[in-house]
């Protein structure tokens, strides 16, 4: 199939960017969405241009490094899935195309369609863990998960981490993400101890990178790769109000 | 080069709780003052980096990704072995070091592995405590499955994403780490060269991969924790950035490299759909527990699936191995697909397929088990495939997926330079000639979280370490051929991409250095890769510049050094005569085709050393001596 692709190119940071316009043929429908793109940069070096930087690894929708927005939609049409694992068939002969990075206040340009996620970094450094010392840890059937709890925070602990949720988010929220995170700990009975501590410096840590604030558009859940619920977006809240009427308490029990 | 393995003697059992009982330690207060710096943030790397952080080092972290937490250990499906023995059926240590020494042909250490075996079960209560939501039972107790090789069941998993919750756990200690201010991760950030002054490693010269900034860093260790290098056959179930370029650099630094040859091949991948193809995805192989493995007995035979019926399919493995059946150990399984495959009984487009079928275990255990089981996978299958294998069976092909063979390491896991300690799937420590499934994760885990605190003390207690001078000759060439290199490739200026040289290495690899292998077929390969490495050193064309985010010139620093090491595991595998595990060689197969070992003068781990640019590299042995296991021919059957 033929397509047509308006990408955005954009050298580094300082530069201001700009769309170009490529016609692509020979496109096959077994391709996935970069390796079209692969076909495109083979073109464009044989032809002596620069080829598009995008970010990408695992090609296998799990390491969350690839992303970016097509017709406005981040990861493209297909519901649940990764511009690595998005396949040509789901498109027609003679589509226009346009390809965006992530734009978000607190996600800075670095190249084309990279950008820089390091806020990410940032927040779960704050606090998105449990502190386990190497070595003290007790038998590991010595704590009992009923399933669906372990279900439940395996639900959450899927986030790949990709920035979806902020890009496709009017506000440039973060929260589905904080709330991921959050959510996977707290539904976990090694998870408690902290639960207060960690709501508490992860919202702070959120704010501080400049994310926007929610006001329930829920594009994230609609854009979120791994079907990550908005759920958890309210239990960050419950954390973290409880955490603020209780200062430094434990929040225990289960909900 | 001397290979001193320096094995604790005493009772193998006894060996790792006398080491520790014994080794020399650095107190705490000191520990602030040595700088160790660890490239790579998997499961190796990332645990070492919170182990050590733990312990008060100061620890420095690289990796080439935007964040520690997509290493390329978050692929990892299936699940991670431990000898818990939480099913009663009869599993301990001893049998999990067996089945891993076995599993992998006779060609590891002994030591290395028993004690990977003793660690397991400590690695599975750290990752509970840091709360990696492993599958369970109802009763809330942790779940197991079964995988290739063993017939206990001892897998811990994650629905099919094992890898990614226990990355996710180390990353949340290594940050933890971070914010206590005892790491500093360095990401977007590519080693390019070791830098060793009189002897010892002491520090690594890096480019930021944004701005294109080639600096150093110096500290009293340095642990390679890079993954492997399958990525060597281009096409492989690696991400796409994973590469051997620090192992590589590294060897040409005096580091030796041990049976780069053993690479695995996975049964269960899915098969190539055209030439535009940029990876392999991997189907776990856990699903060979409940998936039955056939190919049409006619061949030829083009009916779509569900109309051959039951009598004219043939279940080859468990035809072949009724007492292991689909859960042979992966090389057994991948030579087996290629064989049926050879006989044009491949299936699919390109006939170069076999089915893996679930119907037996939907009819016996229903959907919604298979789903609860498997569905992550099944999506995925039909994602790539618009197929849906809850109703048409799995078209599935091997594919290159782990390196056995790495930097060689003694007991501490450090290399021949002292102060080099190689970690995870970069060294070739525990395998042998074979991996079985749901060990890499937990070597990955056992060498950065239990092994490597312990066994660091030791070298940082009895040396020196004094500061570095930066402005000292030995940094300045490191950085300035570094620099150098990097240049040569852009000025290069010629008319064919990264990729173009990449494929058709990689095409020869497969098809001479893959599943099967022959002297006659070695020594063509080597000839073709040499010629290919002059074309891409006249011919290849990387453009932008060495200053700014420049991918195909990191691709093609990789590619440059693949070439090498191309060259170098079609020598150790030239050099085998004998077939173990993955390495099969055409010329030594039993009667019935199944690889036939050569105790009496392979019983040892091939070590390379570096002579200098096309020069060929000096081999040593290592001896591998056996004192608690017997070496039997390995039978699935
Ligand atoms: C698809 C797939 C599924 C798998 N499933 C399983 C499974 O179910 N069970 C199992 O036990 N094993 C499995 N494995 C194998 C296992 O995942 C790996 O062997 C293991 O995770 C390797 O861990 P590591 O820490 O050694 O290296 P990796 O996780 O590969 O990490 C390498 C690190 O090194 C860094 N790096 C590399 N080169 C450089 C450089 N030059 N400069 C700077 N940084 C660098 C990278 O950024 C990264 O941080 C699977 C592998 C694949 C590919
Ligand atoms: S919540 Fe979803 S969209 Fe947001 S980072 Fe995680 S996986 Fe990506
Ligand atoms: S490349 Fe890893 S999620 Fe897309």
Redesign the interface.
Known sequence: MKLTLEIWRQKDANDKGHFETYELDNVSSHMSFLEMLDVLNQELIEKGEEPVAFDHDCREAICGTCGFVINGVAHGHMKRNTVCQLHMRTFNDGDHLVLEPWRAEAFPMVRDLIVDRSAFERIQRAGGYISARTGSAPDANSILIPKDQAEAAMDFAECIGCGACVASCPNGAAMLFVGARIAHLGFLPQGQPERAERAKALVAAMEQEGFGACTNYTSCEATCPKGISIVGIAKMNKDYFNAKLFTGGNLGGKD | MKLDAKIPSGPLADKWTDYKAHTALVSPANKRKHTILIVGTGLAGGGAA??LG?LGYKVKAFCY??????A?S??AQGGINAA?N?QNDGDTVFRLFYDTIKGGDFRAREANTYRLAEVSN?I????????V??????????ANRTFGGAQVSRTFY??G?T???LL?GA???L??Q??AGNVD?F?RTEMLDLIVIDGVARGIVVRDM?SGEVSSHFGDAVLLCTGGYSNVFFLSTS???CNGSAVWRAYKRGAGFANPCFTQIHPTAIPQ??D????L??MSESLRNDGRVWVPKKAGDDRPPNEIPEDERDYYLERIYPSFGNMVPRDVASRNAKNVCDEGRGIGPTKRGVYLDFAAAIERLGVDVIKDRYGNLFE?YE??N?EDPYTTPMMIYPAPHYTMGGLWVDYDLMSTIPGLFVLGEANFSDHGANRLGASALMQGLADG??VI?NTLGQYIAKGKHPDVDPNCDEVREVEQGAKDLNQKLLDIKG?K?V??FHRAMGMIMLDKCGMARSKEGLNEAIEKIRELKKKFWADV?V??TGE??N??LEKAGRVADYFDLAILMCLDAREREESCGGHFREEHKTEEGEARRDDENYCHASVWEYMGEDQTPQAHKEELIFENVELTQRSYK
């Open positions: 919170a182990a733990e990704q935007d964040s520690a937490r997509r390329h978050i692929a818990k939480y400590e599975i209560d750290h990752c509970v405590a840091q709360g939501p492993f599958g369970r039972e109802y009763s809330g107790y942790l994650s629905r994403q890898g990614q919750q996710l990353y949340n200690s940050n933890a971070v914010n991760v990401e944004v991400a796409k950035g759909s055209g535009f193809q940029s990876k995805t991997l995925m994602m790539i618009d979280f239990f605190p008319t991409t990729d173009y064309k453009p932008g700014s985010l991918q195909e």
